[in-house]
């Protein structure tokens, strides 16, 4: 566990500077917590839009670096928060046009499609693998962890797809999706800290497993050569 700890203590700074940055970025925008999408802080019409984009770009740092933490316990969590790490950088990258317009109630430029797409595949890979997470066998503070946040993030993002397809752009939707993400954040800055205090001696199952098979093997073979010698010298 000695190899993870950095990666979670860095992916904890980074959730939380990314945070910090992202919404200082929106406080200069025109009622930033009752009105419009969070994405319209990186527009480049957006007084501090270059904030706004280390900030998200810092988020997905922060999901790539747990993702590198989780690494030796699940390696499939690994490649899903690196995925959505990339994902994030993506929607960093590519900004919005000014208002973010969204199907299927506004018209949309294919700048639009990507930064959305890009935001909702990076978001909805961290949701899965916290889902992941609160199932598979991990020490039971992670999964207990998971579980918590699994219980609050899954029906606020089911609320808010409904609400993007039923709504479209309102106040409804832009309050819920602040209010979704905060404890998506809130999972990889608890998660990173928990893994920084494993005891060292936390060993992945699956690698339990595999010494116990390359011991068998070992101890098979070991077993084997007396009885050849036997056999020759009979």
């Known amino acids: 566990m000695d ?8 992916a904890v700074v980074f959730a939380v500077a990314g945070t910090a940055a ?46 590198a933490a989780l690494r030796r316990l ?3 969590v690994f490649a899903m928060l690196v995925t ?20 299927p109630y506004e018209p949309s430029t294919a700048q639009d499609l990507v930064h959305a797409g890009a935001s909702v595949l990076a978001v909805g890979l961290a949701v899965v693998t916290m889902g992941a997470v609160a199932l598979i066998a991990l020490p039971p ?3 207990r962890t998971a579980r918590v946040f699994s219980a609050v993030t899954f029906p606020l993002a089911l609320l808010l ?18 209010v979704a993400l905060v404890p998506v ?4 800055v608890v998660t990173g800290v928990l893994l920084r205090g494993l005891p060292k001696g936390v060993v992945p199952a699956q690698a339990r497993l595999a010494g116990r098979s390359k011991a068998a093997a070992r101890a098979a073979g070991a077993s084997d050569v007396p009885a050849a010698e036997r056999a020759t010298a009979g």
């Not at 190899?3 to 860095?10: I, K, L, Q, T, V």
């Not at 969070?38 to 007084?47: D, F, K, L, W």
């Open 84 to 103: 959505a790490g990339v994902f994030g950088a993506l929607s960093s990258a590519v900004s919005c046009t000014p208002g973010c317009p969204l199907p």
């Open 185 to 188: 954040v809130g999972w990889v």
């Open 22 to 67: 992202v919404m200082y970025a929106l406080g200069v925008l025109p009622e930033p917590w009752t009105h419009g999408y969070i994405s319209e802080g990186g527009v480049a019409t957006s007084p501090r839009d270059g904030i706004y984009r280390t900030g998200i770009l810092a988020l997905a740092g922060s999901l790539a670096l747990l993702g």
């Open 74 to 76: 699940v390696p499939f």
């Open 161 to 178: 797809v409904i609400g993007l397809l039923a709504i479209g752009r309102g106040l409804f939707t832009s309050v819920l999706e602040r």
């Open 141 to 143: 503070a992670l999964r």
């Open 3 to 10: 190899r993870s700890r950095w990666p979670a203590g860095c």
